[in-house]
Every structure is written in structure tokens, then in C-alpha cells.
Nanobody, 116 residues
Framework: QVQVVESGGGLVQPGGSLRLSCAAS????????MGWYRQAPGKQRELVAT???????NYTDSVLGRFIISGDVAKETVYLQMNSLNPEDTAVYYC??????????WGQGTQVTVSS
């Protein structure tokens, strides 16, 4: 059984920062990567950033230069540093862990609200 848990969400003013944390527990046998996704009300879930074992990162264009993904995929730990937040970043943020084979594992989500 694999469990994925996110934390660090909350209410922040425009221009502010938050750091999200994610940790997985339970053996996945072999992990490929981890990532962050978000879903705003009335919108589809979208990829935010991914971190692949070995250190390769990928970001959606809207967060480039503002968000940084980091962590240790082998230890099944990942972070998302979010800077210069704007109201369009408001969403439920989900962490996912992807094995080399098999199903992805998802966390419960953590709410990020950017508002004055």
C-alpha cells in the first residue's frame, strides 16, 4: 500500500509565497518520478511541475520562473516552492508519484488560495 500526503497549502496574498511538501510511503518497487498538479473550480486538472529520478524537471509555461520543484524522488519526497503567486494560481494542488510500471498514486490535495 502506497500513501501520498501533501501539506503546506493555505491562504496567501497576491505576490506572496508558499511551499508545498509531499511524501510517499510504502514500497513502489521502482519509482520513475513525482509531480504536482492543480485543479481550479470549473477547470480541468493540469500539470504544474514534474521531477524525474535523476533530477530532470519540467514546468508548465504559466509557472516558469515562479515555481520550483525539488526533492528526492528515490526517497519519494518532493516540494513545490511557489513564488509571486497570483489569484490564477488558486486551486487544489495534488501530488502524484509515478512508478516505472503500474498505476500512479495520488495525494488528497491541499488548497491554495491567493487573495487579498
Amino acid at each position: 500500500q502506497v500513501q501520498v500526503v501533501e501539506s503546506g497549502g493555505g491562504l496567501v496574498q497576491p505576490g506572496g509565497s508558499l511551499r508545498l511538501s509531499c511524501a510517499a510511503s510504502g514500497s513502489m518497487f521502482s519509482i520513475y518520478g513525482m509531480g504536482w498538479y492543480r485543479q481550479a473550480p470549473g477547470k480541468q486538472r493540469e500539470l504544474v511541475a514534474t521531477l524525474i529520478s535523476g533530477g530532470t524537471t519540467n514546468y508548465t509555461d504559466s509557472v516558469l520562473g515562479r515555481f520550483i520543484i525539488s526533492g528526492d524522488v528515490a526517497k519519494e519526497t518532493v516540494y513545490l516552492q511557489m513564488n509571486s503567486l497570483n489569484p490564477e494560481d488558486t486551486a487544489v494542488y495534488y501530488c502524484a508519484a509515478r512508478p516505472k510500471y503500474g498505476r500512479d498514486y495520488w495525494g488528497q490535495g491541499t488548497q491554495v488560495t491567493v487573495s487579498s
